[in-house]
């Protein structure tokens, strides 16, 4: 059981959670590129991972600031979240759906880390670490885009994924 005393307790906790969540992303988007079909899906997948290095980078970073160690810790929300998107990953079936699958799977991931840097970069504002919250907003910057990137996507192979359930439907 944790133990907060003040808010910087629970924003070290957060960033910890956080730290966790990225090192699971990171690899779950390698396994998401393999399993994507539509090129430009693989293409926004293998981006994001590059990016998300990048993410775990800058969260240790956050944490060697407020003096401790680049320790995560399980993410329990990822945990579920990525073996959501592992079930997708396997599924069979047209090609076009299951990438739009894929998407929905990555979006919900997307939107818990937003979720999650925003409460941090909160409370780390409310302490006044400014070092901190440009880290933390850098970091969901990126993940705004990758969303905003995944809708786009999702527009193309979301009309393939209802056009292959209407050739279904017809045969």
Same mark, same amino acid.
């Given at each position: 059981?944790?133990?907060?005393?003040?808010?910087?307790?629970?924003? $070290?906790?957060?960033? #910890?959670?956080?730290?966790?969540?990225?090192?699971?992303?990171?690899?779950? %988007?390698? #396994?998401?590129?393999?399993?994507?079909?539509?090129?430009? &899906?693989?293409? @926004?997948?293998?981006?994001?991972? =590059?990016?998300?290095?990048?993410? $775990? @980078? #800058? /969260?240790?970073?956050?944490?060697?600031?407020? *003096?401790?160690?680049?320790?995560?810790?399980?993410?329990?929300?990822? /945990?579920? %979240?990525?073996?959501?998107?592992?079930?997708?990953?396997?599924?069979?079936?047209?090609?076009?759906? #299951?990438?739009?699958?894929?998407?929905?799977?990555?979006?919900?991931?997307?939107?818990?880390? $937003?979720?999650?840097?925003?409460?941090?970069?909160?409370? =780390?504002?409310? %302490? *006044?670490?400014?070092?901190? /919250? =440009?880290? &933390?907003?850098?970091?969901? /910057?990126?993940?705004?885009?990758?969303?905003?990137?995944?809708?786009?996507?999702?527009?193309? $192979?979301?009309?393939? =994924?209802?056009?292959?359930?209407?050739?279904?439907?017809?045969?």
């Amino acid at each position: 059981m944790s133990t907060y005393r003040t808010l910087q307790d629970l924003l $070290i906790d957060e960033l #910890r959670d956080i730290l966790g969540a990225e090192r699971m992303a990171e690899k779950a %988007l390698g #396994r998401l590129a393999t399993a994507a079909t539509d090129p430009g &899906l693989k293409e @926004a997948f293998v981006k994001h991972r =590059a990016e998300t290095e990048q993410q $775990i @980078a #800058r /969260v240790g970073k956050a944490l060697e600031a407020l *003096g401790k160690a680049a320790r995560g810790k399980e993410c329990k929300a990822m /945990v579920g %979240l990525v073996e959501e998107g592992e079930e997708m990953m396997e599924a069979e079936g047209d090609a076009h759906v #299951r990438d739009a699958g894929l998407i929905g799977a990555a979006q919900r991931v997307e939107h818990y880390e $937003i979720a999650a840097y925003g409460c941090a970069i909160a409370h =780390a504002q409310q %302490l *006044g670490l400014t070092e901190v /919250v =440009a880290l &933390l907003e850098e970091s969901v /910057v990126e993940e705004e885009q990758a969303d905003r990137t995944l809708s786009k996507l999702a527009t193309a $192979i979301n009309a393939a =994924a209802a056009q292959a359930g209407a050739e279904e439907s017809d045969a």
